[in-house]
């Protein structure tokens, strides 16, 4: 019955706010099938997490690194998580939240996951702060492209537009995250007057402020999660169990607000 009650409260919420944001985590791609990095089952957890320097040394010797990423393809462990994460399809969550799109109630996600499943989904309005897996990034002009379109002439492969230098669009660890990504975060973050905080562990930053500063505005917070986190206590709405069975349920709700609209 609480649950029932926190869903219609989220959806009223939602209804009656001007600019709703969501913020994703990892838990979202879990319920698609994707591991984890970390954790039970993580990549990580198995072969070690990557090198804190990792973007400096592909600055150093960026065709080193292009000639790892090639041998790694022949890796187990990683060939594994790479079945899993290509084989992936969004689950209902997703889809809940482009219908909210659609429905004109959600105006724009902010996602931590490089999975490019809000997209499939038929979600417009992405910024994905962590890059996509699906993309290849310049590193001078922030130009991405299609990998499976982009045809390697020689390594490390340059940028055809302004010949910088290209690697992968996701997010490696020393490397800065993308200034034209993180301009469009601290937009969003501005202007929404109501953040879902959806499956993520809310210890990530830049990510994890993002609720915060919202909430510090004057805006609302609505969590859902399958954990408490450092963030439940400043929210105005609790959701607890898998966002894939929760949001469909706050797609109803707030269809039946607008319907008495």
């Known amino acids: 019955m609480q649950q029932l009650e926190n869903v219609s409260k989220a959806a009223r919420l939602m209804v009656e706010s001007s600019y709703v944001v969501a913020l994703i985590g990892a838990g979202m791609s879990v319920e698609s099938g994707i591991p984890p990095f970390r954790g039970p089952g993580g990549l990580w957890t198995r072969i070690g997490e990557p090198d804190m320097n990792g973007f400096q040394q592909f600055l150093r010797d960026p065709k080193v690194w292009w000639d790892q990423m090639a041998r790694q393809q022949q890796d187990k462990d990683r060939s594994q998580f790479r079945e899993a994460i290509e084989k992936a399809k969004p689950n209902p969550g997703h889809y809940a939240l482009a219908e909210m799109e659609k429905m004109g109630v959600l105006r724009h996600i902010i996602t931590q996951n490089i999975d ?9 309005n992405i910024a994905e702060i962590h890059g996509n897996r699906t993309k290849l990034r310049c590193l001078k002009c922030n130009l991405r492209f299609p990998r499976d379109e982009f045809f390697v ?45 959806i499956g993520t562990s809310n210890m990530v930053y830049p990510a994890a402020g993002f609720p915060t500063e919202a909430k510090a505005r004057g805006g609302y917070l609505i969590e859902v999660n399958l954990y408490e986190t450092p963030l439940t206590d400043e929210c105005d709405v609790v959701l607890r169990g898998p966002s894939g069975e929760i949001l469909p349920r706050v797609v109803e709700a707030v269809r039946g607000l607008k319907g008495r609209v």
Do not use: R, Y
Not at 116 to 124: K, T
């Open 153 to 197: 002439e020689e390594i490390p492969p340059l940028c055809p537009q302004c010949g910088g230098l290209i690697k992968s669009d996701t997010v490696m660890f020393g490397e800065p995250i993308p200034l034209d990504v993180l301009e469009v975060c601290f937009d969003q973050t501005n202007l929404c007057d109501c953040m879902l905080v």
């Open 116 to 124: 490019n499943l809000h997209h499939v989904a038929g979600s417009s």
